[in-house]
């Protein structure tokens, strides 16, 4: 072991160590709430100490992010990896989204903020450069799933491109989860919560673009279960 690679694992614990207790104190307490000198504190090292990984709060909250999007990035090659149909590999995709959302209730929240011209600009250029590849490796393992359903036959529409479908998908999660956010935009008579009428879009939806087999031809709130239960029921770190 040289000292060199020792080093470098020691650095890269300690900013591990940075990153696991600003995700506490940012799901505790929200980005404003998010003191450094608190977290120097937990993390028994001095402000200097995180400034010299990360050159600001904003680029914290960047970090953090970054390590949210990683999950689901491996979630969701988790999800495409799943051993039945191409319909069901999708609807294994939108059951990884809702459950990163349900285990870290302030993502969204966070990579909306961090997306901001006044936070993102105060990050550094090697971390937006690594949400961006990490954010396009999430998309090309959806965008694999759509292509493989093409070429199984599931989807026939040749009028339709891949990454419309995903886009489509995309932006529906990404509207529910905004709803979620804003209690303005809830309406209370929603039958069963915002996630549950993501679900049921999401398959009509792909109903909508004949994406076989269809939502009437098959139970997929049985299978959602299942996945919930069994399939994702592995720790995040073995994925």
């Known amino acids: 072991m040289t000292t ?6 020691e650095v890269h614990a300690r900013e591990e160590l940075i990153l696991d207790h600003a995700t506490d104190l940012l799901q505790a307490k929200g980005y404003l709430g998010l003191n450094l000198d608190e977290l120097a504190e937990q993390v028994e090292y001095s402000k200097g100490t995180i400034y010299l990984h990360f050159s600001s709060k904003e680029d914290l909250l960047l970090g953090v992010v970054i390590r949210m999007a990683d ?12 051993p039945g149909k191409t319909r069901e590999k999708c609807c294994a995709i939108g059951v990884a989204d809702l459950i990163l959302n349900a285990r ?23 971390r937006r450069k690594k949400l961006r590849r990490t954010g396009s490796q999430t998309f090309e393992s959806a965008l694999s799933v759509v292509r493989e359903a ?11 491109q891949a990454e419309e479908i995903v886009t489509g998908l995309f932006t529906m999660s990404k509207g529910a989860m905004l709803v979620q956010a804003n209690e303005e935009f809830f309406h209370p008579s929603l039958s069963g919560g915002v996630m549950s009428s993501l679900q ?22 049985s299978l959602e279960e299942r996945l919930n239960s069994d399939y994702f ?5 073995e994925l």
């Open 4 to 9: 060199s690679s020792r080093k470098q694992r």
């Open 71 to 82: 999950v689901r990035n491996r979630l969701f090659r988790h999800a495409a990896l799943y």
């Open 104 to 126: 870290q209730p302030r993502a969204f929240q966070m990579m909306q903020l961090v997306s901001t011209d006044s936070v993102w600009e105060k990050t550094s250029p090697e």
């Open 150 to 160: 093409f070429l199984a036959g599931d989807l026939t529409d040749p009028q339709i």
């Open 200 to 221: 049921r879009n999401r398959h009509r939806f792909l109903d909508g673009v004949g994406w076989t087999a269809l939502s009437g031809d098959f139970d997929y709130e």
């Open 233 to 237: 029921a592995v720790p995040w770190e």
